[in-house]
């Protein structure tokens, strides 16, 4: 039997670790962090997409209307002069790159760095989609953008409160902790807008009207300040704002908040009591928090009931759940258009310059770049020309997809750097190969922010490459400084050298079970704010952009499978995953159906104001008015773009109608 690499599971944002058998491809669960021997389908079968006849087999270059093979020393010879003649012309900020939250910690270390020596801070990823309201919740408030406790504290906490977030389906191995902490005693709490499965293990199970995650918040810390519940020593010394939060919570009654949200009064005082006495706890959320136009005050409502209580550090954490495998990672090496590496403030001077240093220049640019979700406008508006993907399908993920196809069109030169063709590679002008997960060695950090080393498997299929190597390439064909990298590890290396906290070799890395960064456990003694202390910040109920009306009567929102990731480019092209899933439907009530005539498995059409899309439909598990439809697939042709205050969609919240439908055209009987 060969021996056993380990790497990081390309999925989720938990960040199991694999063992892989080079010669038969097959995958074992690691016994150690922080998976502990488990693992969910995705992981079981991820090596299944090495194996794809579909991957990409070597550059290819738009000629009129097809895409023919060219080397590589012609492909970004060509992308970086055409690169080079768009920023003469239109100047730097006429560029934009998008980094990834599949590849590793120095390959998005890479991008970023290219973008910014370019002399542009147009550089984002998806993270923007998910959590980046987290971000700016969690900076507001504590003063650091991440997850604030490992997963092993939730085993210890007395209360876990999950919020808008499904790890029974999502995070199946987090699930797993939090049953441990359950066996312990711990009280487990649900809110969410429809029956999922993590409630078959809840406690309390609230089912709230869609968008009114903050009057349902702010009930409960109206409840716990008039009863006294809070931690009086923990606010007095360690955090501000208190009389403020007080002020505005008065009028959110419990009475007031059943009215909002259908949730009982008298639920709604006991889930906030228990929660309340439990003495610890933990608060984990997802995007049915933050993909919505009050993303960032969903947010900072339930940091607020975290901050009153002193559940921080040893006593509580802020889980913000990650979806993708390095999104954090991501986000850490500085793929954002508004941070520099580590969170860290284009404004910060001092350690801006120190980036410089490092790459051998004086200064980076200072204006925010921007948001992923502002290019499409932007190059609508030809003040964007050129356009550098890797590994991301905007022309799916996008909320209102067709205008971002519209815009992809509009383009002077497009590049998509990926494993597979995507919808979003048919705009590409070129099309450039690189390699999967376990053909190359990297760093990758996972939601607690451990960073942890991924081993190479086997070989790059046919002529792909790393995408460290490809932005090397093309790094040196810019004329930009600091791109004579011969190994991952000089890169791994460099971005050490931007963390006091990463004081270590690159080898300590690889044969430990990963480095946390910033540390463990963040805020056990004092916030990473100007004066240490944390903000509790009052906010209002934001109404949904989007409305629902005579016409368009019922509320589309979007959900997570267990076997599908993202929009499904590896997971489609997994046979065991998609045997598992089978075809996708849409949940509706049986009320809803009722009234339209619809029984399980018909065909239905749902329609928004951008688009309609078919999908046979699934009856029950959802409260009446409420439509769920999974987003690996064409549900983005329906959401809508209006954007929080973070630039994140409002994916969650849709006005929509739905009739029974014929079956489409070409679809088999029986």
């Known amino acids: ?70 080397s590589w020393g012609v492909a970004i010879e060509e992308i970086a002069n055409k690169l080079l003649e768009i920023r003469e012309l239109y100047g730097a900020d006429s560029v934009a790159f998008l980094a990834s939250s599949k590849v590793n910690n120095e390959e998005n270390y890479l991008l970023q760095k290219i973008a910014r020596l370019f002399g542009t801070n147009n550089i984002d990823n998806c993270a923007r989609l998910c959590h980046e309201a987290s971000v700016h919740a969690l900076k507001l408030t504590v003063g650091t953008g991440a997850q604030t406790n490992p997963y092993e504290d939730l085993e210890s906490f007395n209360a876990i409160l999950i919020w808008g977030y499904n790890p029974a389906e999502t995070h199946p ?45 702010n009930a409960m810390i109206h409840v716990i300040i008039r009863e006294e519940l809070y931690n009086e020593d923990f606010i007095r010394s360690k955090v501000d704002g208190f009389s403020e939060v007080k002020m505005a919570v008065g009028k959110y009654t419990p009475e007031y908040a059943e009215r909002v949200t259908g949730i009982p009064a008298e639920t709604i005082r006991a889930v906030a009591r228990t929660f309340a006495l439990a003495g610890s706890g933990a608060i984990t959320w997802g995007m049915g928090l933050t993909q919505h136009v009050s993303g960032v005050e969903n947010v900072l409502a339930v940091i607020d009931l975290a901050l009153l209580l002193g559940y921080i550090g040893e006593r509580g954490g802020l889980y913000p759940m990650r979806g993708q495998n390095n999104v954090q990672g991501a986000a850490y090496m500085g793929a954002l258009s508004e941070f520099l590496p580590g969170y860290v403030s284009l404004a910060d001077e001092r350690f801006r310059k120190r980036v410089a240093s490092l790459w051998g220049v004086d200064d980076l640019p200072t204006e925010r770049g921007l948001y992923l979700t502002e290019l499409w406008d932007e190059i609508e508006e030809g003040n964007v020309k050129a356009l550098y993907i890797m590994g991301e399908n905007p022309a799916v993920s996008e909320a209102d997809f067709r205008r971002v196809r519209k815009a992809l069109r509009k383009l002077d030169l497009l590049v998509v750097q990926d494993i597979f063709p995507t919808r979003t590679s048919r705009y590409a002008h070129y099309l450039l190969p690189a390699s999967a997960f376990c053909e190359k060695s990297g760093s990758y950090m996972n939601s607690e922010r ?4 991924s081993e190479k498997v086997c070989e790059p299929y046919a002529d792909s490459k790393p995408d460290w190597e490809i932005l090397t390439m093309l790094g040196r064909a810019l004329g930009l400084p600091g791109f004579n990298y011969s190994s991952v590890e000089e890169v791994t290396a460099e971005y050490f050298r931007l963390f006091p906290e990463l004081e270590r070799s690159v080898e300590e890395l690889k044969s430990s079970d990963g480095i946390f960064l910033p540390r463990k456990r963040l805020h056990t003694w004092e916030f ?43 997971t489609l092209r997994s046979p065991s995953l998609v045997n598992l899933m089978g075809e996708p439907r849409a949940l509706i009530s049986a009320k809803d159906a009722e009234k339209l005539g619809i029984a399980d498995g018909d065909w239905v059409e749902i329609e928004t104001r951008r688009g309609r899309v078919m999908i046979r439909a699934k009856i029950g598990g959802i409260p009446k008015g409420l439509i769920a439809v999974p987003f690996h697939f064409k549900a983005n042709g329906l959401t809508g773009s209006a954007l929080n205050k973070a630039g994140t969609p409002e994916f969650k919240f849709s006005a929509c109608r739905v009739r029974k439908a014929g079956k489409p055209k070409g679809e088999a009987s029986g």
């Open 1 to 70: 039997m060969s021996e056993l690499k380990t790497v990081v599971c390309p999925y989720c944002g938990f960040g199991c670790k694999l063992l892989v058998d080079p010669k038969t491809m097959k995958v074992k669960p690691y016994r150690g962090e922080p998976n502990r021997g488990k693992l969910c389908p995705k992981g079981l079968h991820s090596t299944e997409i090495i194996l794809s006849k579909e991957r990409l087999k070597r550059p290819l270059k738009r000629i009129g209307s097809a895409m023919v093979p060219v």
């Open 528 to 570: 990473a704010t100007p004066d240490g202390k944390a903000k509790l910040m009052a906010v209002e109920q934001v109404e949904p952009w989007d409305r629902t009306y005579d016409e368009y009567p019922l509320v589309l929102t979007t959900v997570r499978l267990i076997g599908h990731y993202n929009t499904g480019e590896m």
């Open 173 to 217: 191995v987090v699930m797993d902790y939090i049953l441990r902490a359950k066996r312990n005693g711990a009280k487990i709490i649900v809110v969410d807008v429809r029956k999922t499965k993590t409630m078959a293990f809840a406690d309390y199970k609230l089912i709230i009207r869609p968008g009114t995650d903050i009057t349902l918040a």
């Open 450 to 453: 451990r960073i942890q080393w």
